[in-house]
């Protein structure tokens, strides 16, 4: 075998974001919006990305000169993880399986949309090299490999995508991977509107730092309750009590509130959901833009998706609870 393509979910926060990065736990669902990467064993020593949807076209690099020189944005993860896989591999492994390396990447949805696409390719890239080189990875171990690149491009950050891109279904998650517990649930009705506005993960990770620093009992304390949160929520989720998990997410969007990532755009189009009846509504993610959620009851989905849409806001139709890391036919 000489070439494999691999998929792996996009995902979407439910509750504990932020606080995830300071040890506490979170609730990530995996969603059925796919990014793909195929990868392709060349005879030159050389390593080759197509990946059209962040304007990478035609991107050639010397395979020992990976991770060197100036990366262009679009290519540093997948640049990355293919360095650090070569590096795992002992010398004799590396030398007889691999020569040169040509990956292609294909997504079903917008890098803009804060579904996690860096670290979903990441992944892809690890497992694709391991099942091309013979190297039967643990998820663990696929985890870890995969966190590390992500931590050496973005210098923090919970891990959380990782772990939703590897396992796939909904998870109890705490940085690291110290904590992966599949939370089992059916595929949950929520209601998903983008802001049209790209949010920068580490810019907003960095201004809640700079916030804990001059005011850390009170930040500290905003994680516990956060931290409550998701535990309530985990709860309501098993019981299948949406109007509670609802509830506990207004209640998290405030904290997020209060920690400054929030934006007019998330808000108009939360409390736009939340009057046209949704059980609640918070933002995902980093905050600043992306995307926010909501949860309704069924008879109000319908206004609740049209009161987003008035508020500016865009609806994406995914089912969440989707499958890991799987190789495509
Ligand atoms: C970003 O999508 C979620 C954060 O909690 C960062 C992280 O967990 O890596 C803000």
């Known amino acids: 075998m000489n070439n494999i393509t691999v998929s792996a979910p996009g995902k979407l926060m439910l509750l504990g974001e932020h606080a995830v990065v ?47 020189g100036n990366i262009p944005k679009g290519a540093q993860f997948v640049e990355l993880a293919v360095k650090n896989y070569l590096t795992s591999l002992r010398g004799a492994e590396r030398r007889s399986n691999l020569s040169g390396i040509k990956v292609s990447t294909k997504s079903e949805f917008s890098s803009q949309f804060g579904f996690g696409s860096s670290s979903a390719s990441t992944v892809c890239v690890i497992a694709a090299l391991s099942k091309l080189t013979n190297q039967s990875l643990s998820n663990k171990e696929l985890f870890d490999l995969s966190y590390k690149t992500v931590l050496d491009i973005q210098g923090k950050g919970s891990g959380f995508d990782v772990a939703a891109a590897i396992f796939g279904g909904t998870l109890h998650y705490i940085t690291g991977g110290k904590l992966i517990e599949p939370v089992n649930i059916p595929s949950l009705p929520l209601i998903i509107g983008y802001t049209g506005v790209k949010a920068d993960t580490v810019t907003l990770v960095n201004q809640v730092s700079d916030l804990a620093q001059k005011y850390p009992e009170i930040v500290e304390d905003i994680y516990d309750q956060i931290l409550l949160l998701v535990e309530i929520a985990k709860v309501g989720l098993e019981k299948n009590h949406l109007e509670e998990v609802g509830q506990v997410m207004n209640i998290n969007q405030g904290l997020l509130s209060a920690l400054g990532v929030s934006s007019d755009k998330l808000e108009t189009m939360i409390y736009a959901a939340r009057n046209a009846g949704a059980y609640g509504a918070k933002l995902s993610g980093a905050g600043g833009g992306d995307c926010m959620i909501a949860l309704a009851p069924p008879s109000k989905i319908s206004a609740v998706k049209k009161a987003i849409e008035k508020a500016g806001g865009q609806i994406l139709e995914v089912e969440t609870n989707a499958e890991g890391v799987r190789i495509e036919p």
């Open 22 to 68: 300071y040890g506490r736990p979170c609730l990530v669902t995996a969603v059925d919006q796919r990014m793909s990467v195929t990868i392709e064993l060349t005879d030159q020593p050389i390593f080759e990305l197509e990946a059209p949807e962040v304007q990478i076209t035609n991107y050639k690099k010397q395979i020992t000169n990976l991770g060197t």
